[in-house]
């Protein structure tokens, strides 16, 4: 038997970019014929697609992780990586992408409806991409990006004509099973049905789908009894049909104050959305009451009593027997002919073009903030440059020396001086810390030197806090090194000082003597 699964969580994985190729052309006579590295491929993405032929998020409840495939690196020759292969994802009409704090990311309704859960990482610039009037023959590459990670949670609501809502064993699961070829479980006792079901029902040459919602008790708008996660089953049904069960033996309730209950929590029920595709707001549905098991002497005195109280409201009444299949055909119809009616007055939900939302032109490119962890720090955030860390290699010093010059060309470095950074100070970009020498001259200004070299990093003399802190570590050892042998000799610190003392007076009485000097 096939599960209805209505909320799962799933871990978007995008492929990673694949790394720049950095290579010389090489032949005969021409030892060096210029870069010719190819550029590295883009990762694949991850995408969401609205399929009319998937019913349940059941596939992603078994296999919660999806990865899409990783660029390839580039290769000399200028030749180019092929882009990994996306992956494609198919979903639900209705399905809900949320992030793992609650924020809608996307709602998506109508067939061939896409979402981009994860970016694949972009490929990195082969050497041949790099080449510049200041860089002819570039000796490295840039790596390529990883890949977005995001865990996502997949939530279904429904998209059914008509909605059957009704307290537990009210008989909607009963109903479902003669109005249409569906077979939900069915049994005497309350909360049978945990999951909604949907079936097909033809009335003439209409047809329509009918979902079967779980029961519904006072205090469900709260989250009482599953509540929340029953009701968001009705945001996008056309039509909300009361099942009332004519025959129940619990005392206080009878059909008008069961439907007064359930119209209570259908209005404190607010959906989560705020711009829900649905059909409008819950309470401007259409309504219709159905009297359910009236086959039961009983149960079809009470309808008549209280038929007129609810016509009254302006909402259809039929009396109906599943048991005995009695009224069947003239709900058939009548729902057949409220759900065409609405459809008529609303738009059909269509598929969402991708909105392309250009960057702002004086968009601040990136922020300094002091870091709270290493005093006279510094860290710099951005999408730039935190992208160019990634794509640094550095052990590659003229890789390296490239970073700082588009670092500069950003203002990084006027911004670093404006909040008071001193030489040597601890710059911390995407988790990688350096050591910040100002002014460091454009590759421009300087000349080139051996590939994969920068002749400014060779003339930094500067001790870096790594070796700083070596050297303090060093003289540490020193010191202790000096007192424990100090002490195995018997001396304390006052005899040393002591002793420095009486060595310091002699030599000032000798020198008033004239003893022990040069002339």
Known sequence: MSRFVDRVTIDAVAGNGGHGCSSVHREKFRPLGGPDGGNGGSGGDVILVVDPQVHTLLDFHFRPHAKAGNGRPGEGGNRSGANGESLVLKVPDGTVVLDTDGTVLADMVGEGTEFVAGQGGRGGLGNAALASKARKAPGFALLGEPGEERQLVLELKSVADVGLVGFPSAGKSSLVSVLSAAKPKIADYPFTTLAPNLGVVTAGDR??????????IPGASQGRGLGLDFLRHLERCAVLAHVVDCATLEPGRDPVSDIDALEAELAAYQPVLAEDQSLGDLATRPRIVILNKVDIPEADELADLVEADIAERGWPVYRVSAVAHKGLNELKFALAELVEKYRREQEKPVARRAVIRPKAVDKTEFTVIEDPEIEGGFIVRGERPERWIRQTQFENDEAVGYLADRLNRLGVEDALVKRGARPGAAVTIAGMTFDWEPSVPSSEEVPLTGRGTDIRLERNDRIGA????????????????????????????????HDDTEHDDAGDGAAEHGEGTDD
Do not use: N
Request: glycine fraction near 4%; charge should be negative.
């Open 466 to 497: 790594a070796e700083r802190k070596a050297a303090r570590k060093l003289r540490r050892q020193r010191d202790d090194e000096a007192d424990e042998s100090q002490e195995s000799l018997g001396w304390s610190a006052d005899d040393a000082e």
């Open 207 to 216: 047809t329509y789908t009918i979902a079967d919602v779980p029961g519904l």
